[in-house]
């Protein structure tokens, strides 16, 4: 609104404490509260887009980085998996004491003559002390169940990817809705204002016939109620639009909250036309159904899993150490060492598991339907909610376009009436009347704005065009 249109009415701009007041000169009744970030500021504002206030909110927001953190532990837990294939070397040492030692029963007839053929010998065997020590290496050749593992960690990454997504998806639709609920807040805004300046002067017009004693002092009221309404209307959109600034601030993980001083881009509501093309829902653009996807590849290689862990297993082993036998206390004694070592191929073929496994196969079966299941859910649900959300706009553009229509007409006869008025061609009651039906078709006109805005973005969201905003 400029000063000009302002000055046509005899409203004069008054600062005070740094607040912008509009007063009818000559008279101390305030036409406008405190008008905070709005169109006739005393100061400039930092201005922040859609995009800046989409890509703060990833950037600031601490469940967006606790979402980035998690994925950076199933790269390091799929990363540590392909440790699996080294070879496994471990450094082996024991000291033992023997204060009972093992007796064999030897059939010494077999070795003597001299004895009887069945002739046996209690023997016993080993040392008091012993100790060993040595390195073991165990090189896997094959075992296929550690590429399945990395399969799996690798699919658990794009669930962190696409789960993540989500919730960028989401934080930049809930962004997107505050953005616009802010932008149609500062339209309402001047509306309201221009709503309380012609209130007024219609209550000064009917104030003063009444002065004139032309005029039943109810009629005076119902002007007076008419202009205390939209006097509310105003303030009640300065407040809401400071509380969006704010939410929007704690969207975008702000913590200052006293930075809610700032401006919007004023050309956003021209840049994007509103227009739908109809698209259906792309699974590959939308986190949640990507997710679902790949939940039910990930049950698949799970069955894989279980099905190798009735396959053999091949590694080769060695050792290569030494042993000390002694009856005395003393690691270092000669000649009680003897070196030990091996190279051999060692093969695992399991028979029993103490678990079913065609039961969790079973199981993993069930789970992967149920992802498709719920993947052919949801694509229906965006999909209705997609050609839904389009019908909606559709049907709110013409209303809108109606309600416009009948704005400027509404407009253009409270103008003459109240010209009337002053020549005494109609009555108060009537220009009363019609204040009051603006008021009310005003309020319908903002509902469906805001409607129109919200259909969109829904559109957008479930179309899997929501990118469009921050790319």
Do not use: C
Request: no cysteine.
């Amino acid at each position: 609104m400029s000063i000009n249109y302002l000055s046509k009415y005899r409203i004069k701009k008054v600062i005070y404490n740094g607040m912008i007041y509009l007063r009818l000169r000559g008279s101390s009744f305030i036409v406008l509260a405190i008008l905070v970030l709005m169109s006739v500021p005393i100061k400039s504002q930092n201005v922040l887009t859609l995009n800046q206030a989409i890509n703060n909110g990833f950037s600031n927001r601490k469940n967006i980085q606790a979402g980035k953190s998690d994925l950076l532990i199933r790269k390091l837990q799929t990363e540590a998996l392909y440790k699996k294939y080294w070879p496994q070397v471990s450094v082996e040492y024991t000291y033992l004491y023997n204060p009972i030692l093992q007796t064999s029963i030897l059939p010494i007839g077999m070795f003597n003559p001299a004895y009887p053929a069945d002739a046996t010998m209690s023997l016993k065997f080993g040392t008091t002390w012993s100790q060993t020590a040595g390195a073991t290496v165990i090189q896997p050749l094959m075992d296929l169940s550690i590429p399945r593992r990395i399969d799996e960690s690798k699919l658990q990454e794009r669930i962190t990817v696409a789960s993540q997504a989500q919730s960028e998806y989401e934080l930049a639709f809930t962004i997107a809705q505050t953005y616009v609920e802010i932008s149609l807040q500062e339209s309402k805004i001047k509306s309201a204002i221009a709503d309380t300046i012609r209130t007024f002067i219609s209550y000064k017009l009917l104030n003063n016939k009444l002065i004139e004693k032309r005029l039943l002092k109810s009629d005076l009221n119902k002007s007076l109620i008419n202009h205390n309404n939209a006097v509310q209307l105003l303030m009640d959109a300065l407040s809401e639009l400071i509380e969006d600034k704010v939410y929007l601030l704690f969207l975008t993980g702000e913590t200052a909250i006293e930075k809610s001083d700032f401006g919007i881009d004023t050309g956003f509501i021209k840049q994007y036309n509103l227009s739908v093309s109809g698209i259906l829902p792309d699974p590959e653009s939308i986190p949640e159904l990507q997710q679902l996807d790949f939940q039910a590849q990930l049950t698949g290689i799970q069955v894989k899993s279980e099905k190798a862990k009735h396959m053999p297993t091949l590694s080769m082993k060695g050792f290569i150490g030494a042993n000390q036998y002694t009856n005395n206390f003393n690691p270092i004694e000669t000649n009680t060492w003897f070196g030990f070592s091996y190279v051999g191929i060692d093969l695992k073929y399991p028979i029993f598991f103490g678990e079913n496994i065609l039961k969790n196969i079973q199981v993993l079966q069930l789970q992967s339907t149920q992802y498709n299941q719920q993947k052919e859910d949801k694509s229906a649900l965006y999909a209705k909610d997609a050609y839904t959300s389009k019908l909606k706009m559709e049907r709110v553009m013409s209303q809108l376009k109606t309600m416009e229509e009948n704005l400027a007409l509404s407009i253009e006869s409270i103008d003459i009436t109240q010209a009337r008025v002053t020549e005494g061609q109609e009555s108060a009651s009537t220009l009363n009347l019609d204040e009051a039906d603006l008021q009310s078709l005003k309020a319908d006109y903002e509902i469906n704005k805001k409607q129109l805005w919200d259909n969109w973005l829904n559109y957008l969201k479930a179309s899997g065009q929501l990118n469009i905003l921050w790319k």
